[in-house]
């Protein structure tokens, strides 16, 4: 199983950027495809997750009405549209996949659940 993001880069404060996530390996019949984010001397923060079978998504509040999760089921690809970007947003980007269940609303956000990890993409956004 291998995930690969990108799209991550420089941006300045109020700006969009969309990052993807290319899941191989897997199937989106079976898992649930989140992003993470850390910044320095952060905890890891569950921003959002998306379970493809279904279409449902889950979003933290620090981003609700921000960002967007969508995903490409022919593609094995998650986006996150990222608008009205602000400093605070700044950290690494990671998606990862945790086995779809009942209880993935309750434990989305919950990163030891989470079974595969990409690799990470910096998120910089500029005051």
């Known amino acids: 199983v291998q995930l690969v993001e990108s799209g991550g880069g420089l941006v300045q404060a109020g700006g969009s950027l969309k990052l993807s996530c290319v899941a191989s390996?897997?199937?989106?019949?079976?898992?649930?495809i989140g992003w993470f984010r850390q910044a320095p001397g952060k905890e890891r923060e569950g921003v959002s997750c998306?379970?493809?079978?279904?279409?449902?998504?889950y979003y933290s509040d620090s981003v609700k009405g921000r960002f967007t999760i969508s995903s490409d089921n022919a593609k094995n690809t998650v986006y996150l549209q990222m608008n009205s970007l602000k400093p605070e947003d700044t950290a690494v980007y990671y998606c990862?996949?945790?086995?779809?269940?009942?209880?993935?609303?309750?434990?989305?956000?919950?990163?030891?659940?989470?079974?595969?990890w990409g690799q990470g993409t910096q998120v910089i956004v500029s005051a």
């Open positions: 390996g897997l199937s989106f019949d079976d898992y649930a």
């Open positions: 990862a996949a945790i086995v779809d269940r009942v209880t993935l609303k309750i434990m989305w956000q919950t990163s030891d659940e989470y079974e595969y």
């Open positions: 998306i379970a493809p079978i279904d279409s449902s998504t």
